[in-house]
């Protein structure tokens, strides 16, 4: 995934309504004026949440006769959380080796641990 596909995905994600469209549209195709019925919002600012969404790769939009449905598209989302499962793996290796070092504290005996802090 490009850095600028990553930003785009995120900025997207980044509002709670994009967030609330991406659930729906989830559940399957629908159209714009029922993905919009939720809201309480304009159709002009429905309509420039699903651009931003469409510019990310996250929706595609179509046109039949009167009816523009409106479909998910998750690969962008596995891309970012592939980007992200690097750095959990990261955090999860920095914690594992703070997890090791507190037991090799606790397991150390009394004695040595009174001198350590001594030392400070």
């Known amino acids: 995934m490009s850095p600028q596909q990553l ?14 469209i991406l659930a729906r549209l989830a559940k399957g195709e629908t159209s714009v004026k029922e993905l919009a019925q939720p ?10 949440h699903l651009k931003v969404l469409e510019r990310a790769g996250l929706i595609t939009r ?6 523009r449905p409106c479909q998910l598209n998750a690969t962008p989302l596995r ?24 037991q ?9 641990r009174k001198q350590a802090h001594g030392r400070r």
């Open 39 to 48: 809201f309480e919002i304009s159709a002009p600012a429905i309509t420039k």
């Open 62 to 67: 179509s046109r039949s006769a009167q009816w």
């Open 7 to 20: 930003d785009a995905t995120f900025a997207a994600l980044s509002d709670p309504t994009r967030r609330a």
């Open 79 to 102: 891309d970012a959380a592939e980007w992200i499962e690097h750095y959990r793996r990261f955090w999860e290796e920095r914690f594992d080796r703070l997890d090791e070092y507190l």
């Open 104 to 112: 090799q504290l606790q397991t150390q005996p009394q004695r040595r």
